[in-house]
Each structure stands twice: as C-alpha cells, then as structure tokens.
Antibody, heavy 117, light 110 residues
Framework: EVQLVESGGGLVQPGGSLRLSCAAS????????MTWVRQAPGKGLESVAK????????YYADSVKGRFTMSRDNAKNLLYLQMNSLRAEDTGVYYC??????????WGQGVLVTVSS | QSALTQPPSASESPGQSVTISCTGT?????????VSWYQQHPGKAPKLIIY???KRPSGVPDRFSGSKSGNTASLTVSGLQAEDEADYYC??????????FGGGTKLTVL
C-alpha cells in the first residue's frame, strides 16, 4: 500500500524556520517526482515545491522561492521541506504528494504549519 | 502562474447531474491534456478522481467524468449521491514543470 506520512509541523513565529519531513513507503520512491502542496485555511491548493526523482532539480513557486528548500534522501525514502523566513501567509496544511505525469496521485494526511506571534 | 478559475459553489439534488467548470488559458488547460480533478472531504486530504482530462483511477465510480473544450475543462458528476458532497479542485500542467490548481468548488447535494 502506498503511504506518505508527514511530520514536523507546528507553531512558529514570523521570521522563524521549520523543517517538514515525509516518509514514503509502498512504492519505488526514487522513481518519482515528489511535490509539496499547501492549503491555507479555507482556501484552495497551491503547489509550492517539486523535486526530480534523483534530486538533481527542484522547482519552487514564486511565493516561496529563496525561502524554502526541498530535498530528498532516496536511501531512506524521505522527503524534506526546509522553510525559512516564515510569514503569516505560509500558514496552512502542507501535503506531501507523489506527482506522476502532472497529477498528484497519492497524498499524505497533511501537516499543519501555523506562523503567528 | 495564475490559478485556474472555478465557480465557488454548485448544488444539485440527489440522482441528478452537475457539471463544474475550470477555466484556464492557452498556456495551461488549452495547451495540454494534463488536466486533473481532485475531491476533498472536510478535514481530509484531496483524492485524485480524474486525470489526463478524461481518465479515472482505479476505484473511482464511472459517475465521475471529465472533458475539455478549448481553455475550459469540466467535471460532471452523474447520479449524485450524498457522499459526493465535497470540495472539488482542478489542476493543469502549465509548462516549465509548473502545476497550477483551481480555486475549488464546493458541491452541495441538496
């Protein structure tokens, strides 16, 4: 069974940092693009970062470019999102997803990030 | 990259059909057959229900169908059931490895 389990969310002050993790299982992790998708409270979905299967290329939304860094450890089937200089507008649920031919076909349960003083 | 445009809400009675639109541009929906639809129940993660405009993943009822004309994609839910009440999101490939989502449509089954 394909499973994605996020962790690392929580409450952080504006300007602070947080690192999200995603543990993948049930599929060949190193063969897939992976994407972080976030959802602000009561709002729609936004793709914020994507990484190639071998980790050689990463793509970021303009809203997080220069502040967020995505990485992966294919030996451990782990995905990361390092979030720095956090702002109130970064508040929301962050989902780890498997992206296959421009569709997110598997989603984690999501992890809540709250940026507030 | 701008979000795709969806109506904020839609409603219909059980057993009826409803269609939700997703309008993009010639740089995303109009240029690629990589339109997907997701269903999200309250407090849950989204679930893929349509991909590549018309295809359904295994396990998704054939009551869900997708189509596209020009820059607008559509999701049709036939034979509405109470459990279809949810938020629905479209997405499209927009070139240069960009994936853009719609703002979502809240479907109410009356």
């Amino acid at each position: 069974e394909v499973q994605l389990v996020e962790s690392g969310g929580g409450l952080v002050q504006p300007g602070g940092s947080l690192r999200l993790s995603c543990a993948a299982s049930g599929f060949t992790f190193n063969s897939h693009y992976m994407t972080w998708v976030r959802q602000a409270p009561g709002k729609g979905l936004e793709s914020v970062a994507k990484i190639k299967p071998d980790g050689s290329e990463k793509y970021y939304a303009d809203s997080v470019k220069g502040r967020f860094t995505m990485s992966r450890d294919n030996a451990k089937n782990l995905l990361y999102l390092q979030m720095n200089s956090l702002r109130a507008e970064d508040t929301g649920v962050y989902y780890c997803t498997r992206e296959h031919w421009w569709r997110c076909d598997c989603w984690g349960q999501g992890v809540l990030v709250t940026v507030s003083s | 990259q701008s979000a795709l445009t969806q109506p904020p809400s839609a409603s219909e009675s059980p057993g009826q059909s409803v269609t939700i639109s997703c309008t993009g541009t010639s740089s995303d929906v109009g240029d690629y057959n990589y339109v997907s639809w997701y269903q999200q129940h309250p407090g849950k993660a989204p679930k893929l229900i349509i991909y590549e405009v018309t295809k359904r993943p295994s396990g998704v009822p054939d009551r869900f169908s997708g189509s596209k004309s020009g820059n607008t994609a559509s999701l049709t839910v036939s034979g509405l059931q109470a459990e279809d009440e949810a938020d629905y999101y479209c997405s499209s490939y927009a070139g240069s490895s960009n994936l853009v989502f719609g703002g979502g449509t809240k479907l109410t089954v009356l």
